[in-house]
Structures are given as C-alpha cells and as structure tokens.
C-alpha cells in the first residue's frame, strides 16, 4: 500500500457533540484537545457555495428551515448555528469550505471532506466540491481525502479531480460496494465500525486500500479495531480519546 498521510484519530464533524457540529468552534475545540485531523460534510447553497452542513435540511443544527439547498448563501450566513447546542455558541455561523480550508491549512492539519448532497445534485456536488479543494489546497503536501456515500458524487470528483484521494462510505457491505470501490479509483473505504473485521480489513488491504471507521466512541470498540490494524477512527469523543496515543 502507498503511505497513508493521516492520522489514526480524527475528529468528527469538528469536534463530535462537545460543540455544535461542522462549525469553526468545533474545529478549534477538537484542536484544543490535540486532535490533528477533522472530519466534516459539505454541500452546495443555491448559488453553488460549498458549506458545512451534515443534514439536507436546516432545522437540528440552526434557526434555518427548509431544504439548505434552496437557499443561497446571502441568506445561509446570516443563520445562527451555535445557539441550539447551548448559550456558549450562540451566533457561529456556517462556515464556508473556504473559512475551514484557511483555518485546516494554517494549523497544518488534515481533513476528511465527506460531500454530502443534496438529494437530486450528486455529480454536480461532487464536480463542484473537488474543483474547490484543488483550488484551495493547491501547493500544500496532503490534500483532503474526500469521501461520499453517494458512488455519483465521488464518480464526478474523480472527474474534475483525479489526483484528490477518494474514500466509498459504507453503512452496509450492499452488492457491488467492493467493485465500485475499484471503478472510483478509491484509496479507502469508510465503514460503520460493526461492520469492519479482519476478514474486511485483510480484503481491503489486500485490495491496496486503507480502511477506516466511523463512528468510533467506545473504547472496547477502539481497541478491537486498533487490534485489527484499522487506518483511521473517526470520533465523537475527542475528550476520551486522546489523538496521540
């Protein structure tokens, strides 16, 4: 397999549920507590603005409603997406995919892009996201894995950005996952953590692929799947697991 560049411990969306998720004060409290790589989903608003947001709709995660993807981003960034995870938080707002790269980049971190579209804009999300973060990232050693549940949004990346690293999300083996993993060209595959074991493990190294996990919280699930010899845990719980051991 060709070296892996990232951390074993990363992130998820910022920093899991100790601060209001896919937000730059996310990022920074997950940072603080020494993690070195992220996790996070972006899609597109109205006018093609790459943003942080995991659901297709406003409502959990702001004082927004309605589908994120009929709005443009005038009306996006005045949204409050701080103030439903507590007091403290009150007024951060979305952050842009660009305020996240300046801030990733600076710190000389990592990050894990899942693209996340809007339901009917796979390919144009996926074309879109990847344009970007080769704009964004260029020149820097390590850019952005970008991963997707969605085959048609990573197809589109791989064709407005071959050279960018591609991971297939999995939340069950369904029939085909390991061809299609072939055919995007991937370099790893994301799964739910019940659903990675040796055997999986040793068909995706076998493969040349680096295999990794989501969402990783308990630790007798962490030490089974270090046991194993897993690439990468995405987790919620960035006080609890310390990124460095």
Known sequence: MKPWPYPLWIAHRGAGKLAPENTLAAFRLGAAHGYRAFECDVKLAADEQAFL????????????????????????????????????????????????????????????????????????????????????????????????????????????????????????????????????DCVAVVTNHQLMDAALIAQLHGAGWRALCYTVNDAADAARLRALGIDGLITDAVDRFPPAA
């Not at 990847?130 to 997707?148: C, D, E, I, N």
């Open 53 to 184: 947001l995991h659901d297709a709709t406003l409502e959990r995660t702001s004082n927004g409603h309605g589908s994120a993807g009929s709005l443009g981003w005038a009306q996006l960034s005045r949204l409050d997406a701080g103030a439903w995870h507590g007091r403290a938080y009150a007024g951060e707002p979305l952050p842009t995919l660009e305020a996240i790269a300046a801030y990733v980049i600076a710190n000389a971190f990592h990050l894990n892009i899942e693209i996340k579209p809007t339901p009917g804009l796979e390919a144009r999300t996926g074309e879109v996201v990847a344009q970007r973060v080769r704009q964004l990232w260029a020149g820097q050693a390590v850019p952005p894995l970008l991963s997707s549940f969605q085959p048609q949004a990573l197809a589109a990346a791989r064709d407005a950005a071959p050279e960018l690293p591609r991971a297939l999300l999995l939340d069950t083996l369904w029939d085909g996952w390991f061809g299609m993993a072939q055919a995007l």
